[in-house]
């Protein structure tokens, strides 16, 4: 657990807290936000996914979070799974997500090769390329197991959807609850694992969807200009875009928010400062090896 703020009288406190992975699963953490309050008797203590959250977050005095930042965490905390649903596959408008890194690149792509896994796209991973990691849309930027090891960030998009990143290293030094925009530069791919898990074979990027009461499934999620698939038989997860299909270990083009279109990505900062955008705009030609 870790206390990201508290109110200037100290009877308030906001942070992140995760349950560690055991060493040898390739799961994610999980991951909840937390508000608490001091009655002068006892701690009022909600997490988000919970109706306390909400309310105590509602509550809470300006000093600890503004109100913008407030009604954000509280949408991602009421985040039904259906709603999370409609929004990640296209029924609904949500933030058009792409994929968390530059534009025209094309990355490897893994998933889940646990046995106990639920799904083939329980864990999703993606490697190669220029290594830097970017904002998979805008929104609130936070840090959950923050260490010399890394940390694992989630940005929560306007919609209340989240997205996480783990394994990174040069993890951003933005403050928690920073704004940043889509194409922002989070990190590096690296193999830390500060909320436990096994060791990564190679320098990667852990990449998921969230809301308040959990993880969200990645099957029949469009992000980047792909649709995300699970196949039962065999078990199997895979990104299609029209006829082509890529399947894990293949490599995948980052195509930008749909549409797509000719323009040309711009270039990437260095995290630890206010990022620019890179990689945002519309997608420039995929890399040969992508097709």
Known sequence: MGATRQSADRTWVFGT??????????????????AAHWTG?????????????????????????????????????????????TLVNGTRAGDRLMLPWKTGQAWSMTTSDDAVAARPLASLAFSGGDGRVLAAGGGRL??????????????????GLASTYYGMRGVTELRDGSVVEQGDALGRTGSGRPCGGAAAPRAEVAFGLRRG???????????????????????????????????????????????????????????GKKPEKDGAGPAGAPAPAAT
């Open 17 to 34: 807290s995760a349950i560690p992975v055991p060493e040898a699963s390739a799961a994610g953490p999980e991951l909840a936000f937390y």
């Open 213 to 271: 009461g959990g993880a969200v499934p990645l099957d029949g999620a469009e992000i980047g200009g792909w649709t995300f698939r699970e196949r039962a038989k065999p078990l199997l997860g895979f990104a299609e875009r029209g006829v082509l299909q890529v399947l894990p270990g293949g490599l995948l083009a980052n195509l930008g928010p749909v549409p797509a279109a000719d323009d040309s990505p711009s270039s990437t900062p260095s995290p």
């Open 142 to 159: 936070y840090r959950f197991c923050s260490s010399q090891a890394g940390a694992v960030v989630m940005v929560i998009h306007p919609s």
């Open 41 to 85: 008797r006892q701690w009022q203590v909600g997490l988000s996914g919970a109706t306390a959250f909400a309310s105590l977050l509602g509550a809470a005095p300006a000093d600890l979070m503004s109100p913008a930042e407030s009604r954000l965490l509280r949408r991602y905390g009421a985040l039904s799974a259906a709603q999370a649903a």
